[in-house]
């Protein structure tokens, strides 16, 4: 009788969790792409440091400031929905 009690918890828990991520997600919309910006970026100096030819970096790199500008762009409409929802930002 415990473990089926153990269950549920662990699903409440981690249906919570999904629930967390997915408000976070919609009060901040360029979220995602601001983190992939991140990442490319990181990842074209790690490439640079290897000693790749710059023809290999500079298509991840326009594509890392893409995700940035996509980014802030959708921030900027999140903001502007929330403070005209009249939400606390």
């Keep these: 009788m415990v473990d089926w009690l153990?269950?549920?918890y662990k699903r409440k828990k981690k249906l919570m969790r999904l629930t967390k991520l997915k408000a976070f997600l919609v009060?901040?919309?360029?979220?995602v792409f601001i983190i992939l910006f991140a990442a490319l970026v990181l990842t074209c100096a790690y490439l640079l440091?290897?000693?790749n030819p710059t023809t290999v970096i500079d298509p991840v790199a326009v594509l890392a400031y893409s995700f940035l500008a996509i980014g802030i762009v959708l921030q900027a409409v999140g903001f502007i929905r929330a403070r005209a929802l009249g939400e606390r930002v």
């Design 6 to 8: 153990r269950v549920i």
């Design 49 to 51: 440091i290897l000693g």
């Design 27 to 31: 009060l901040n919309p360029g979220a």
